[in-house]
């Protein structure tokens, strides 16, 4: 694909309603990262895919937090029971590999916990 | 926590100058990366450059990096009212080799 895609734009929910957020990596790329931006925080990152696997989940805040990636493709990645301070810009990367390679960033998810 | 520390937090220049902002981590990196964002959207990767490499050129931007002080710079030659954004420097760590580590970032504003 042209980018990396992500959906919602924007997204805003009750707090302890469950969210899902997408991202569609570069086509080809087998690698995949999902970061948050926050005021308070700055940019941090959550959670790392090679291929379907997730050899790197250190950044994900609590256990209301989950992702997977199926086809070695898109991915989507759950928080449940929402709360106000999960508010933040939630930002997905892909790389054509691991390691020493660039990330390209999608435009990313803006979620509003009210 | 951060890994990177940029510097100057916040800089404003005249449209045609040059911009210089810096950035020190604290432990072995594999590279480093310094991105762009507009309006607390998307990341735009500017430029990489590895470890053992000291010096690398992109059209405007020129960045160092000194892995005996833990330093990097970038530089934009003849500024635009279009270069003001976010500036941020980005590490992927020896033992990680995956993930980025951001700064706080810096904001470049370009007066025309």
């Known amino acids: 694909g042209a980018g990396v895609s992500q959906s919602p734009s924007n997204k805003v929910t009750e707090k302890g309603k469950d969210v899902e957020l997408r991202c569609d990596p570069i086509?080809?790329?087998?690698?995949l990262y999902w970061y948050r931006q926050s005021l308070g925080q700055g940019l941090e990152f959550l959670i790392y895919?090679?291929?379907?696997?997730?050899?790197?989940k250190s950044g994900l805040p609590s256990d209301r937090f989950s992702a997977e990636r199926t086809g070695g493709s898109v991915s989507t990645l759950t928080i449940q029971r929402t709360q106000q301070e999960d508010s933040a810009v939630y930002l997905c990367?892909?790389?054509?590999?691991?390691?020493?390679?660039?990330?390209?960033f999608g435009p990313g998810t803006r979620l509003l916990v009210l | 926590s951060q890994q990177g520390e940029e510097d100057p937090q916040a800089l404003s220049i005249q449209e045609g100058e040059n911009a210089t902002m810096n950035c020190s981590y604290k432990t072995s990196i594999n590279n480093l990366q310094w991105y762009r964002q507009n309006s607390g959207r998307g990341l735009v990767h500017l430029i990489l450059i590895r470890s053992n490499e000291r010096e690398k050129h992109s059209g405007r931007l020129r960045v160092t990096l000194d892995t005996s002080k833990k330093s990097s710079s970038l530089l934009i030659t003849a500024s635009r009212a279009a270069d003001t954004a976010s500036y941020f420097c980005a590490t992927t760590l020896e033992e990680s080799n995956s993930k980025l580590t951001f700064g706080k970032g810096i904001t470049l504003s370009v007066r025309p």
């Open positions: 086509s080809g790329h087998t690698a």
């Open positions: 990367a892909s790389s054509r590999d691991r390691g020493q390679e660039t990330q390209y």
């Open positions: 895919f090679q291929g379907n696997s997730a050899p790197d």
